[in-house]
Nanobody, 111 residues
Framework: QVQLVESGGGLVRPGGSLRLSCAASGFGFSLYAMSWYRQAPGKEREFVAVIGSTGTRNYADSVKNRFTISRDNTENRVFLQMNSLKPEDTAVYYC?????WGQGTQVTVSS
């Protein structure tokens, strides 16, 4: 069955960096686009970034030039490198494929 398992979240100070990872299994990973979403407390889940099967990338305006999505098709993993983090980046971050979601990983940006 399809599994998406995120890791790498944590507490970081404003201006810091984190790298999230999502391990995928149960489908032909290299053939499909993969996405990251996030949900802040009291807000709806929102799109963060997507990477296509050929490596094309797209980002939400709020994270452009700070976050980088990448993938490793040999390990069936997708990554989200987050730099220059802000308190408003605090959220649970989710990996998504098709209609499947991971369990999420908490990112907290606070001094």
């Amino acid at each position: 069955q399809v599994q998406l398992v995120e890791s790498g979240g944590g507490l970081v100070r404003p201006g810091g960096s984190l790298r999230l990872s999502c391990a995928a299994s149960g489908f032909g990973f290299s053939l499909y686009a993969m996405s990251w979403y996030r949900q802040a407390p009291g807000k709806e889940r929102e799109f963060v970034a997507v990477i296509g099967s050929t490596g094309t990338r797209n980002y939400a305006d709020s994270v452009k030039n700070r976050f980088t999505i990448s993938r490793d098709n040999t390990e069936n993993r997708v990554f989200l490198q987050m730099n220059s983090l802000k308190p408003e980046d605090t959220a649970v971050y989710y990996c998504k494929w098709n209609h499947y979601w991971g369990q999420g990983t908490q990112v907290t940006v606070s001094s």
